[in-house]
């Protein structure tokens, strides 16, 4: 079983809809935990920070239930350029290595 | 402020041949973590460094692979004798000094990547 598990997708999505994207861990000692995004392969770059609390940045909001060892990413009216993969990523411990899911595709149409 | 520097971006070397990776962190962090990532598969840690200190490499294949992060200068990963199963694109990470929350958040390089012929 791997560590950080996330349905691959892809997620394919008129503009203006409104797309969740779920993972879970299998680690309880883990202590960070991110949604990050990369586009092509390229560089993975940090989208947020996922807190016990929840957060919200805009169209994007994400929940942490370290209950259920469950993230979520939610983003509302989603626009063309949110096309990429979508990484959920957790960390064991402070400034120590990060594990990253496989990535859920999103293809946003117009 | 520059972000991860990484060099090269593209590299290309012949079965058996050395492969230098080159990677300066962000103005202010003082940890650096290598990743890499084999075509159609995630991320995967290989080592985690500080200045002159390897705290992680739990990552890191047993044979051919090290890595360093000298007191002055960029960090480098060393491949020896690579082998077409290397190829890969290779990221680079950084995350801030100090404590508190934001030291857990690890900003990424453009990556290098190589191909073994």
């Known amino acids: 079983r791997k560590e950080v598990e996330q349905d691959p997708g892809p997620f394919n999505v008129p503009e203006g809809a409104t797309v969740a994207f779920n993972c879970t861990y299998s680690n309880s000692a883990s202590q960070s935990f991110f949604w990050y995004r990369q586009d092509c392969r390229k560089e993975p770059k940090l989208l947020m920070s996922v807190y016990s609390s929840g957060n919200e940045d805009g169209r994007f909001t994400a929940q942490l239930n370290r209950a259920s060892q469950y993230i979520s990413l939610l983003i509302r009216d989603s626009k063309l350029s949110d096309s990429a993969t979508y990484l959920c990523v957790v960390g064991r411990s402070q400034g120590g290595k990060l594990i990253f899911g496989q990535g859920t595709e999103l293809s946003v149409k117009p | 402020n520059a972000g991860v520097m990484q060099n090269p971006r593209h590299l290309v070397r012949r079965r058996g041949q050395e492969a230098r990776l080159r990677c300066s962190p962000m103005k202010g962090h003082s940890h650096v973590y290598w990743y890499r990532q084999l075509p159609e598969e995630g991320l995967k840690f290989m080592v985690y460094l500080q200045k002159e200190n390897i705290i992680d490499e739990s990552g890191m294949p047993k044979e051919r692979f090290s890595a360093e992060f000298p007191k002055e200068g960029p960090s480098i990963l060393r491949i020896q004798q690579v082998v077409r199963g290397d190829s890969a694109a290779y990221f680079c990470?950084?995350?801030?000094?100090?404590?508190?929350?934001?030291?857990?958040?690890?900003?990424f390089g453009p990556g290098t990547r190589l191909t073994v012929t």
């Open positions: 990470a950084s995350s801030p000094t100090g404590l508190g929350r934001l030291t857990y958040e690890q900003y």
